[in-house]
């Protein structure tokens, strides 16, 4: 089986940039949504003639930085609370007016952007899954209506700004490594929110960056999930969940994937006991192969895979997953 990569590298800034900035409000810790982010602000950045400016507070790996589509970096030095990074960032750019601001749509990037965007007069479409460049204005992709809908927004302010729905941007091959310049800011507390401690059920970025996902449905008995993480464990995959199972407490609310939970974009989905509900396979749209398993020959599934097998899934993953391993290892 052929599992497909990245096809598209990060744009390249093209002249001399004068045609603005576009923004990537990048999220502490959040590697993989601010790559997506940053390849998306590249694509905008070059259709405008312009530069992807990332804001951030700790950069891991300066030198991935330029292929992942970064020409400047806003160093920012102190808190990391979404009220003070907004007021921070007010200050820088209203000085100097971006095209365009981009933020991830996760807690924290949509409290940051909606502070930013009120403190700037800026208009904001949230949760966007695509983005693109028409008559010269941004133009931002959101689902209405359950999905089953996709408006186009553009906004009417000087400072256009969005934030967009992780996982579904396509991961992009990074371009040839370049010098970038780096402006410092600090971020002053002053915020009336004081956080005394954080939790999360499950480490979102691990679905995220995961190149192998198997998505679980309620088809399956809980009772397998242990023989199911065992076939996960052998071709280095990571397990999701439908709403059901998420909702049954089998799986942590953050393995959900669908319209009310994440997005995600891995090479190769594999589904077993789900029916394939639009409510779902929303969030898979944008995985390279999806194989699907469900022994109903006339399931929803079928019209969101690449391959179906109409059976049993345990049959089916002890035929698949040894050869999957054999191929992935390769
Ligand atoms: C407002 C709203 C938001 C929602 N948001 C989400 C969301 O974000 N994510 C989400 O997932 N859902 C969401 N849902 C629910 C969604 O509409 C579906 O109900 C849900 O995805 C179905 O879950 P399922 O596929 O696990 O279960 P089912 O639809 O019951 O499907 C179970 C499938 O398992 C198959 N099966 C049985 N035995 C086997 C076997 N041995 N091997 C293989 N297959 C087998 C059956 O043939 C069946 O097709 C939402 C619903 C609403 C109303």
Not at 99 to 126: N, S
Not at 282 to 305: H, M, Q, Y
């Amino acid at each position: 089986m052929q599992v497909e990569g990245p096809v598209d590298e990060v744009a390249r800034p093209v002249g001399d940039g004068g045609g603005g900035d576009v923004v990537v409000l990048g999220e502490p810790g959040r590697h993989r949504v601010n790559s997506e982010l940053l390849g998306a602000g590249a694509g905008l950045a070059a259709a405008i003639g312009g530069r992807c400016v990332m804001s951030i507070d700790v950069v891991d790996d300066w030198e991935a930085l330029s292929g992942q589509g970064v020409d400047r970096v806003l160093r920012h030095a102190g808190t990391t609370g979404a009220e003070d990074v907004a007021r921070m960032l007010e200050g820088r750019l209203t000085r100097d007016p971006p095209w365009a601001v981009l933020a991830p749509g996760t807690a924290w990037g949509r409290e940051v952007a909606a502070r930013l965007a009120t403190r700037m007069g800026a208009g904001l479409t949230g949760d966007a899954i695509g983005l693109e460049v028409r008559d010269g204005r941004l133009v931002a992709f959101k689902p209405a209506f359950g999905g089953r809908m996709v408006a186009e927004i553009t906004c009417t302010s000087a400072v256009q700004m969005a934030t967009v729905r992780p996982g579904i941007l396509p991961a992009l091959r990074p371009r040839p490594n370049g010098p970038f310049a780096v402006e410092h800011l600090e971020a002053v507390p002053g915020s009336r929110t004081r956080i005394i401690e954080r939790h999360r059920d499950d480490d979102r970025d691990q679905l995220a960056n995961a190149d192998v996902v198997i998505g679980v449905g309620v088809g399956v008995d809980p009772t397998d999930l242990p023989e199911i993480e065992a076939h996960a464990a052998a071709i280095g995959a990571e397990l999701c969940a439908t709403r059901r199972v998420t909702d049954a407490g089998w799986m942590p609310r953050a393995r959900q994937v669908g319209i009310t939970g994440h997005s995600i974009a891995p090479r190769l989905y594999l589904a077993i006991g789900t029916s394939g509900k639009f409510n779902h396979t929303v969030g898979i749209r944008s995985a390279g192969t999806v194989v699907g398993i469900n022994p109903d020959p006339d399931c929803e599934l079928w019209s969101a895979c690449d391959i179906g097998m109409v059976g049993d899934w345990r049959a089916a993953f002890d035929l698949l997953i040894p050869r999957l391993a054999d191929e992935l290892a390769q």
